[in-house]
């Protein structure tokens, strides 16, 4: 019997989101002996670059680099996630079957319609989870009710104040090997295809962006690097001694 459980749960609305909104935060996870899977809702296919194969390919490149234990693709159309409502009940599903601590999922504001409906979907499957009588399957077997302890947004393209941070430096230039493990839609030198469109993430700039932002955030908590993460529930602690 196939053992799907892990740690942490992230998931997100297209193949690089991940890597791109918390791939720090995976690293640093998987390397201290923590399990992590990422459930992706859609192929990404309405990309201005690359192909579906290709974008697969650098998935599984990226797996290896962050340490997953495991990683699954939805299948739901991109561009439009808003329309779908059973990814809920889909993605509730993967929460059953993974049994994470931790999920991870976009934030509600955003500007790609697909990551705001993602983060609507999550808090569905969130809920429908944890519901005795709401039945959910994988490969026909009834998984049992179970939500994680602890839900979090990880930030994507919109600037938005962090109510928490993770020091990455230790795993920040992983992090951008997994990116970079993307070449068909971001930049990387020598690697560049100057034969498809440009888009703003296929730029160096685009780049230097997320490098800016890493040391932004790690400047915040008198780091080299960091990722930023809102809460949607109270982040509660046992006391503040741990704290010293």
């Not at 749960?9 to 918390?22: M, N």
């Not at 439009?80 to 929460?95: C, E, P, V």
């Not at 030198?189 to 490098?211: C, G, L, R, V």
């Amino acid at each position: 019997m196939t053992d799907y459980t892990s740690d942490i749960l992230v998931i997100a609305a297209h193949p690089d989101d991940a890597e791109l909104g918390c791939g720090g935060t995976i690293i640093d996870f998987t390397s201290k002996g923590y399990s992590v899977s990422i459930v992706d809702c859609s192929e990404g296919e309405l990309g201005s670059r690359g192909t579906i194969e290709q974008r697969y390919a650098e998935a599984q490149n990226a797996d290896i680099v962050l340490g997953i234990k495991q990683r699954f693709n939805l299948q739901y159309p991109d561009g439009s996630l808003q329309y779908h409502q059973q990814l809920g009940k889909d993605i509730a599903s993967y929460i059953r079957l993974i049994k994470p601590k931790i999920l991870l999922f976009p934030p509600a504001f955003e500007r790609h319609p697909d990551h705001e409906a993602v983060h609507n979907m999550c808090r569905t499957a969130y809920f429908l989870s944890g519901l005795k009588q709401v039945e959910l399957y994988h490969n026909d077997k009834a998984l049992e009710p179970y939500r994680p302890s602890r839900i979090f947004s990880y930030i994507q393209a919109y600037h938005q104040e962090p109510d928490f941070i993770i020091d990455i430096s230790n795993s920040f230039h992983k992090k951008m090997e997994a990116i970079h493990c993307y070449s068909s839609q971001v930049y990387v030198e020598n690697k560049h295809n100057t034969d498809e469109p440009e888009t703003y993430i296929s730029t160096p700039a685009f780049m230097q962006s997320q490098i800016a932002r890493a040391q932004y955030f790690g400047s915040m908590i008198g780091t080299e690097y960091g990722e930023g993460f809102l809460t949607i529930d109270a982040f509660g602690l046992s006391s503040m001694s741990i704290l010293l």
